[in-house]
């Protein structure tokens, strides 16, 4: 698949004063708050989580309807847990990856699209960040229309809003956040870069300014142009304006195996708040296993967007042997019951050792009843 290219970057002064200004025009989206973007009850949005370790994301059934560009295999992504926003997984994006996520009704209204990029600090090659006003599988150069096309370039170590040229320093070693805010009542849109703007401009002008694309928002596309892994987490697409939303991501692995009854084992549950920027979590451990005695440090409290939340688990065993346990772990959002996370659990305590005699006895049943056994 051809991807428009251009590795040469002419920064005149008049595009260093453009793309440096904050100063927009007057179709510019006012009383914009950059540490609050998108947020409602969700249009969409991706954490990753729900999907299993090494999966490979090329548009079956259950990758979420992400899909292959133009349906080929080749270009499919990866589920990892090597690096996560927030856990347990994210997109990893490597060599000659072209993985795509198509919106259907987008042609009026005003937008936020967010995204989180890891770049990890041996990263060679060119990252993108791209989104699309038209696209149809088999489209190609002629029949899609790229909307905005962000370059993450080792080389000159820039992010680079392309052909527009305007860029701005490339974050290495740590998540990186994107926000597009489009305007499709007014044909405009701005770029963000951790909170800096990189781009504003109309939005059917697109990466050429050839002014062909219309006022729609018809694909997401996270795409490598042949160079070396990095990782998305963390996708959002949202009403303009709305509140900040949480979201509550849990992970952990509580399984104890052949333990002794009786003993005390412990565990951690990673809890995250995955929402929106701003945006607090008030959670609660709703329920747990009636087995065993069971302590949670903490047992709930708040967490703002972002931030790890390390709940420890302690589990005294049943007082039985030979006997194996499982059951479910729900945390729960207070404000919204709808909004929750399962951790699986389970325990067993071994066999009792027989001796000998016992063992003889307990094939000779006559025996029992011999020694009153």
Not at 176 to 189: E, P, R, V
Not at 312 to 317: D, G, M, P, T
Request: hydrophobic content about 40%; charged content about 20%; glycine content about 8%.
């Amino acid at each position: 698949m051809n991807k428009k290219f251009n590795k040469t970057i002419v920064i005149g002064l008049i595009i260093l004063f453009f793309g440096a200004s904050a100063t927009l025009n007057l179709n510019a989206i006012e009383n914009k708050d950059m540490n609050n973007p998108v947020s409602m009850p969700p249009n969409w949005y991706e954490t990753f989580d729900v999907y299993e370790d090494g999966q490979v994301i090329d548009g079956t059934p259950d990758d979420g309807g992400w899909e292959a560009w133009d349906q080929d295999p080749t270009f499919a992504g990866f589920i990892t847990s090597d690096v996560y926003l927030t856990p347990p997984h994210s997109l990893y994006v490597a060599e000659v990856t072209d993985v795509i996520q198509q919106f259907e009704g987008y042609n009026s209204g005003v937008w936020n699209f967010s995204a989180w990029v890891f770049i990890p600090d041996d990263f060679e090659g060119q990252a993108f960040f791209i989104i699309l006003d038209t696209y149809y599988h088999g489209g190609g150069q002629e029949g899609n229309h790229w909307a905005a096309q962000i370059s993450m370039d080792s080389f000159s170590e820039t992010v680079i809003a392309q052909w527009d040229n305007w860029e701005l320093p490339l974050v290495f070693g740590e998540w990186a956040h994107f926000l597009a805010i489009i305007d499709l009542d007014t044909d405009y849109y701005e770029m963000y870069y951790e909170d800096e703007l990189l781009e504003y401009k109309e939005w059917t002008a697109g990466p050429g300014n050839d002014y062909a694309g219309i006022l729609e928002i018809q694909c997401l596309d996270c795409f490598s142009a042949g160079g070396t892994g990095f990782y998305y987490d963390d996708l959002a697409f949202r009403a303009y304006g709305s509140p900040p939303e949480p979201d509550l991501s849990a992970a952990g692995e509580i399984n104890f195996i052949n333990v002794t009854a009786g003993s005390t084992n412990t565990g951690i549950i990673t809890l995250t708040n995955a929402g929106s920027a701003g945006s607090t979590l008030n959670w609660d451990i709703e329920s747990y296993p009636e087995w065993g005695t069971w302590t949670f440090s903490p047992d709930g409290g708040s967490t703002d967007f972002g931030n790890l939340v390390n709940i420890e688990v302690s589990i005294v065993a049943p007082d039985e042997q030979e006997s194996a346990f499982t059951g479910e772990i729900k945390l729960v959002n207070t404000d919204n019951s709808d909004d929750f996370a399962i951790i699986q659990c389970s325990l067993s305590t071994p066999k009792i050792k027989q001796s000998f005699i016992h063992r003889f006895i307990d094939n000779f049943p006559i025996l029992r009843s011999i020694f009153g056994l």
